[in-house]
């Protein structure tokens, strides 16, 4: 099979410019005001969080790719031959061919990702190194429901998710619950799902992930304002704007925010958002789940939880889920 037959035509369900825009007038009338993470994606957010996943201070990436190479056979194992994969937030898909090279003759790839320009760029990478490899990228909010495209050839297919990057600490811990019910939903019964999760620690390590001396993640947060101020013509000055890493211990959470410098007014079509000093824009959260915390949400989510795998540091986490035939 050649390339060009193995990758097919990107499915775009992306949402649209109304859906951006009602979320983010939404967002910016609550109190506290708030924007989803899920829109720090665009082209240039994509391109800033690959640079941030190779920082010094990122220690989740590396922790997780180290993990990822050391039980890939496991993971392999677990999957049989012949698997559909389906990766939610595939991003630059570097941690999928740690599986694909280890995985028996994988049927179907589906990398899921909103953000469309990098999604693309992603697959046809792939496609260049893996090309006997059936891929069907889909651009969707994965929080949405969506269908799976048709598997090449014949018989039952084992289907395995797959949510690295932690992902899933960007829900609160109703909406993870959620997601991996839908996800369960999608992927059947019987399949497999492995997810990525950050385990708890000092805030002396968590607090330079999320704000690193070289300004790579302040960077990342204030884009969110310039893609809006794009897409959506409002007025954000981004000097007036800087980001800010805080450890939430109750929650335990990772948050980051964009705090107001000055009183302003924001003007964005009709409305004018109003800022006092140091009034914050809430853009993500990163939960932090132990082994068992974890655990426990997959459960409620109606899975088995199957292995658990981490590093020696116990930094980050594999949690691989059975979801019940
Ligand atoms: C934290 S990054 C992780 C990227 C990659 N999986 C990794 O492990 O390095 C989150 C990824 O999920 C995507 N994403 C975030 N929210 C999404 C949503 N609601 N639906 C689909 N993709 C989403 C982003 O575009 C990004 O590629």
Redesign the pocket.
């Known amino acids: 099979m050649n390339v060009a037959r193995s990758l097919r035509e990107l499915q775009d369900l992306s949402p649209g410019l109304d859906e951006f825009r009602e979320s983010v007038v939404g967002g910016l009338s609550a109190s506290p005001k708030t924007l989803p993470?899920?829109f720090l994606?665009d082209a240039e957010g994509?391109r800033l969080?690959d640079r941030i996943?190779d920082l010094p201070e990122y220690y989740p990436?590396r922790t997780e790719v180290a993990l990822l190479r050391s039980r890939a056979g496991d993971i392999a194992a677990l999957a049989g031959p012949g698997a559909v994969l389906v990766e939610f937030?595939?991003?630059?898909g570097?941690?999928i061919r740690l599986l694909l090279e280890a995985l028996r003759e994988p049927a179907l790839y589906v990398p899921?990702?909103?953000?469309r320009d990098?999604l693309s760029a992603a697959a046809d990478s792939l496609a260049e190194d893996f090309p006997d490899l059936p891929i069907a990228p889909v651009c969707?909010?994965?929080?949405a429901p969506f269908s799976l495209p048709p598997v090449p050839g014949v018989g039952p297919r084992r289907r395995v998710g797959f949510f690295?990057?932690s992902?899933i600490g960007?829900f609160t811990p109703g909406e993870a619950t959620a997601f991996l019910r839908g996800a369960a939903r999608l992927l059947g019964p019987g399949s497999l799902m492995i997810v990525?999760a950050d385990l708890p620690k000092d805030p002396s390590i968590l607090v330079p992930a999320y704000d690193d001396a070289a300004g790579v993640t302040a960077a990342f947060n204030l884009n969110l304002l310039r893609r809006i101020n794009r897409e959506l013509g409002a007025g954000f000055d981004l000097a007036a704007f800087r980001h800010e890493a805080r450890w939430n211990p109750a929650e335990s959470r990772m948050e980051m925010h964009l705090v107001s410098l000055r009183a302003q007014e924001v003007p964005l079509g009709p409305h004018r958002f109003a800022f006092a000093e140091g009034e914050t824009i809430h853009t993500e959260n990163s939960y932090k789940y132990g082994r068992d915390a974890f655990a426990g949400l997959a459960r409620a989510a109606g899975y088995c939880p199957a292995e658990v795998w981490t590093d020696p540091a116990a930094l980050f986490s594999i949690h691989v889920l059975d979801v019940p035939a």
């Open positions: 993470c899920k994606y994509s969080f996943c990436t937030g595939s991003g630059a570097v941690k899921v990702d909103i953000s990098h969707a909010d994965y929080t690295p990057g992902t960007n990525g």
